[in-house]
Antibody, heavy 120, light 106 residues
């Protein structure tokens, strides 16, 4: 059974660095073809893909945010991390991690999401 | 960046009615993917590779299209289909989503 779960600080101040963790089970990111992405959704708005990391450690970023994003994974291949530097109010959103299956350019499993509020 | 424009933005359908949601891409894409998101929940995959039904998805849902024009069809609307629907492409980086179509039950 594939599950993903995001965790984060809940609230942080503008200009700080947001650190998010995606913990997953039911698959390993060391399996060829697997990809885990981060996607966010401001309340009442659409979805925005942020970054992805694949089984080989290759990283992919949304060019609009690339300078502020760092995606990484742990050595056990059961967690993926995302750091967003210099956050501001516009980064307030629900952040999801999601899995792309082998050869798939889509998301077959999603986490429940974690709400992050940027406020002074 | 490929922009995906969905229409309509909002619509309502009666039980049993057929519903079609359109997704237009600003450049040609090789495939389209569709998700359903109910209030307070994570998106759920409905259609992958333009027309393949995801596991467990009722067969009243179908997808079609090519190039820059794609559509999601619900053959017979049910109350549980009330949700927001998103299209998605990853033919080129960055991966992008449509702006969403909110479907309500009449």
């Amino acid at each position: 059974q594939v599950t993903l779960k995001e965790s984060g600080p809940g609230m942080l101040q503008p200009s700080k660095t947001l650190s998010l963790t995606c913990s997953f089970s039911g698959f390993s990111l060391s399996t060829s073809g697997m990809v885990v992405s981060w996607i966010r959704q401001p309340s009442g708005k659409s979805l925005e893909w942020l970054a992805a990391i694949d089984w080989d450690g290759d990283k992919y970023y949304n060019p609009s945010l690339k300078s502020r994003l760092t995606v990484s994974k742990d050595t056990s291949n059961t967690q993926v991390f995302l750091k967003i530097t210099s956050v501001d109010i516009a980064d307030t959103a629900t952040y999801y991690c999601a899995r792309s299956p082998y050869g798939g350019y889509y998301f077959d499993y999603w986490g429940q999401g974690v709400m992050v509020t940027v406020s002074s | 960046e490929i922009v995906l424009t969905q229409s309509p933005t909002t619509t309502a359908a009666s039980p049993g009615e057929k519903v079609t949601i359109t997704c237009l891409a600003s450049s040609s894409v090789s495939n389209m993917y569709w998700y359903q998101q109910k209030s307070g929940a994570s998106p759920k995959l409905l259609i992958y590779s333009t027309s393949s039904l995801a596991s467990g998805v009722p067969d009243r849902f179908s997808g079609s299209g090519s190039g820059t024009s794609y559509s999601l069809t619900i053959n017979t609307m049910e109350a549980e289909d009330a949700a927001t629907y998103y299209c998605q492409q990853w033919s080129s980086n960055p991966l992008t989503f449509g702006s969403g179509t909110k479907l309500e039950i009449k």
